[in-house]
C-alpha cells in the first residue's frame, strides 16, 4: 500500500514540489538546451521520476514501475493508436493521388501560403481537434502544410500553435465534460466561462500563424483575414459555448471561421502572395537538400532517425471537376459523419460505451491512497476498442479505401509503413504517458499543484499554469482537469476566489501547455518526417506558449477582480 503525502521531504511543502519538479526539469532542459531526441530526453526523465518517487516519495518500487507500464500502455493505446490511423489516413489519400485534388480545393479558395495556414491548421484544424483530438489534427493539418509547400520545420510549428484555441472544447467537450464531473459544477457552467477566455486567443492565434508564416511582412499583408477569420472563431466560440452547445462549439466556431474567411477573399485578396511562395520555396528546397545530404552521410554508418511521409508540393489545378472535389473532400467528410454519429447519435453512443473495456491495473489497482484517504481510481486501464477515436479513424480509412478503391493488400502495407515510421515516436510517447504517470500516482504532480495553489489571493494569476503544466506533462486537456480540476475548486475556496472561474482556466490555460507537450511535439516531428528534431520545433513555439499563457494569468486575474468580474458566470 502506498499513500501519497503532498510534503513527504522533511515536511516541506516547497522542498518536495522543488524536487518534484526535477523530472520535468530533466526532460525540458535535455529537450531544449541539449538538443536531444525526444525519446532519450523522456526515457532519462521516466528514470529520474521513478528515482524520485521511490527515494523522495517514499513510494515503493514495485508500484512506481507498474505505474510506469500503466502509462505505457495509455501511451501506445489509445494515444499513439489516433495518430496512427490519422496518418494512415492521410496516406491513403497519397497513394491514390486524391491529395493532389484536396490541395487544389484548398488553392481554390486562396493560393497564399499565408492564408492556407491559417484555413488548413486553424480552422480546418480545430474541425478535427472537435470530432478527434489527441494529436490527430496536428499530424493531418502537417502533412497537408508539407504538401503545400511549407518545410517541415515550419509546418510543425504552425501547426503546433493553431492547436491551441480549439484544445478546450476538443474531443466534444470532453475537457469539460470531465472537469464538471469531478468537481460537480454544471460543466455547462464550466464551458461558458471557458468561452470567456479562450475566444481571446482565437483572436490572437491566426495573427500570429501568419508572423510564423512569413514574418513582420506577412503580418502586414494579410492581418485583415487573420482577423476576419479569427473573430468570427472567437465570437461564434463564445456564442456556442454560452447559449447553445459546449459539445458542439468547435464544430460551430471551426465552420463559421471557415465559412468568414472564404466570403471575405471573395473581396480581399492579399498582396505579396508570390514573394511569400517564392520564400517559402527556397527554404523547402534548402529542407530538403539539407535531408538528401544527412541522409548520405549517415547511409554507411546506421540508419537515420529521419522518416519523411509521402508527401509531394503541387500547383493548384485551375481544372476540378465538381466530382473530383467531392472525392478529395469524402475522407474528411465520412470522419465528420462517423464522429458526429459516434459523439451526439445517443443509441450509439450507449453502444459503444458498453463496448468498453475496464482493466484493474494489476498489481497497482487499490493499492494507491490520495492524500485524503481514498483509493485511487487512476489505477483503472480502460480499453476502449471500439469507441476509441483511432478506431473510428480506422473504420474511416477502410470506408475510404472502398471508395477509392485501394486494395485491402495495398492499404495493409500502407498501415504497415506509417507504423514502422513511427516506431520512435511510439517510444516517446510510450516513456512520456510512463513519465506522467509516475510523476501522477507518487504525488509528484499534487505536489508541484498543492504548492502553487498556496499563492492565496494570487492564485488567480497562477491558475491557468497548473492547465499549462498537466497538459504539457500528460498531452491532453482532460488529463489536466482530471488532475487539478479539483485542487483549482479547494484553492479557490480557500482564497475566496470563484471556484468556476478557476476550473475553466485550468482548461483554457492547458490549451498553451499543447503546443510543448512532448506529446503532441513528437506527433507533429513524426507527421512531417522530423524524428529526433523535436527540440528543433520546441524552441519555434515554447516562447509562444509563454507568452499566450501570461496573457491569460493577465485575464483570469482580472477577471477575479471587481474590474472585469461583471464577465464570470
Not at 87 to 114: C, K
Not at 135 to 142: D, E, M, S
Not at 497 to 524: E, F, H, R, Y
Amino acid at each position: 500500500m502506498f499513500h501519497q503525502f503532498p510534503a513527504p521531504v522533511g515536511g516541506s511543502l516547497l522542498l518536495s514540489a522543488l524536487i518534484a519538479l526535477i523530472p520535468l526539469v530533466t526532460f525540458f532542459v535535455m529537450l531544449g538546451v541539449f538538443k536531444t531526441p525526444a525519446w532519450v530526453a523522456a526515457l532519462a526523465s521516466l528514470v529520474v521520476a521513478l528515482l524520485v518517487s521511490v527515494t523522495a516519495f517514499k513510494m515503493p518500487a514495485g508500484l512506481a514501475l507498474l505505474s510506469a507500464t500503466q502509462g505505457v500502455a495509455n501511451g501506445v493505446f489509445p494515444i499513439m493508436w489516433i495518430v496512427l490511423t490519422a496518418v494512415w489516413l492521410y496516406q491513403l489519400t497519397v497513394v491514390s493521388n486524391r491529395f493532389e485534388d484536396l490541395h487544389s480545393a484548398f488553392g481554390m479558395i486562396s493560393t497564399d501560403p499565408r492564408v492556407q495556414a491559417i484555413i488548413i491548421a486553424f480552422s480546418f484544424g480545430a474541425l478535427l481537434e472537435a470530432l478527434a483530438g489527441f494529436g490527430a489534427p496536428v499530424a493531418i493539418t502537417a502533412v497537408m502544410l508539407m504538401a503545400m509547400g511549407f518545410s517541415a520545420i515550419r509546418a510543425a510549428a504552425v501547426c503546433l500553435l493553431a492547436n491551441t484555441a480549439p484544445v478546450a472544447f476538443g474531443a466534444v467537450g470532453i475537457p469539460i465534460i470531465t472537469a464538471g464531473n469531478l468537481t460537480g459544477i454544471d460543466y455547462h457552467q464550466i464551458g461558458a466561462m471557458v468561452g470567456r477566455q479562450t475566444p481571446f486567443l482565437a483572436i490572437v492565434v491566426p495573427l500570429l500563424l501568419v508572423m510564423i508564416v512569413d514574418g513582420k511582412r506577412g503580418l502586414r499583408q494579410t492581418w485583415p483575414i487573420a482577423l476576419v477569420i479569427g473573430g468570427a472563431f472567437a465570437v461564434a466560440q463564445f456564442l456556442s459555448s454560452n447559449f447553445f452547445s459546449v459539445e458542439l462549439t468547435d464544430i460551430v466556431a471551426a465552420l463559421v471561421g471557415l465559412v468568414a474567411g472564404i466570403v471575405f477573399l471573395r473581396f480581399w485578396q492579399p498582396q505579396g502572395t508570390e514573394e511569400a511562395l517564392e520564400s517559402l520555396r527556397i527554404e523547402h528546397q534548402t529542407e530538403l537538400a539539407s535531408a538528401s545530404t544527412s541522409a548520405l552521410v549517415l547511409a554507411g554508418g546506421g540508419s537515420t532517425t529521419t522518416a519523411t511521409l509521402e508527401t509531394t508540393t503541387h500547383q493548384p489545378s485551375s481544372a476540378l471537376s465538381r466530382g473530383r472535389l467531392w472525392m478529395a473532400l469524402a475522407p474528411y467528410l465520412i470522419v465528420i459523419v462517423v464522429f458526429a454519429a459516434a459523439k451526439k447519435f445517443q443509441p450509439l453512443v450507449d453502444f459503444l460505451a458498453r463496448t468498453d473495456v475496464k482493466v484493474k491495473w494489476p498489481g497497482l489497482d487499490g493499492h494507491i491512497f490520495s492524500a485524503s484517504g481514498k483509493v485511487s481510481t487512476s489505477t483503472i486501464y480502460t480499453f476502449q476498442w471500439l469507441s476509441s477515436p483511432g478506431t473510428l479513424l480506422l473504420i474511416t480509412g477502410l470506408i475510404v479505401m472502398v471508395l477509392y478503391r485501394i486494395s485491402p493488400f495495398k492499404g495493409a502495407k500502407e498501415f504497415v509503413t506509417t507504423v514502422v515510421k513511427m516506431r520512435w515516436a511510439i517510444l516517446t510517447v510510450a516513456s512520456v504517458l510512463a513519465l506522467a504517470y509516475v510523476m501522477n500516482l507518487s504525488g509528484q504532480t499534487t505536489t508541484i499543484g498543492v504548492w502553487i495553489a498556496g499563492a492565496g489571493a494570487a492564485f488567480a494569476f497562477l491558475s491557468p499554469v497548473l492547465g499549462w503544466l498537466g497538459v504539457a506533462v500528460t498531452g491532453s486537456d482532460t488529463s489536466s482537469n482530471a488532475l487539478f480540476a479539483t485542487l483549482q475548486v479547494a484553492a479557490g475556496k480557500s482564497a475566496g476566489i470563484d471556484t468556476t472561474l478557476l476550473v475553466a482556466a485550468n482548461s483554457s490555460g492547458g490549451v498553451m501547455g499543447k503546443m510543448i507537450s512532448p506529446q503532441n511535439l513528437t506527433i507533429a516531428a513524426t507527421a512531417v518526417g522530423m524524428i529526433g528534431k523535436e527540440s528543433e520545433i520546441f524552441r519555434k513555439v515554447v516562447l509562444w506558449s509563454l507568452g499566450l499563457l501570461l496573457v491569460l494569468c493577465i485575464l483570469v486575474y482580472l477577471q477575479s477582480t471587481p474590474l472585469l468580474s461583471w464577465m464570470v458566470v
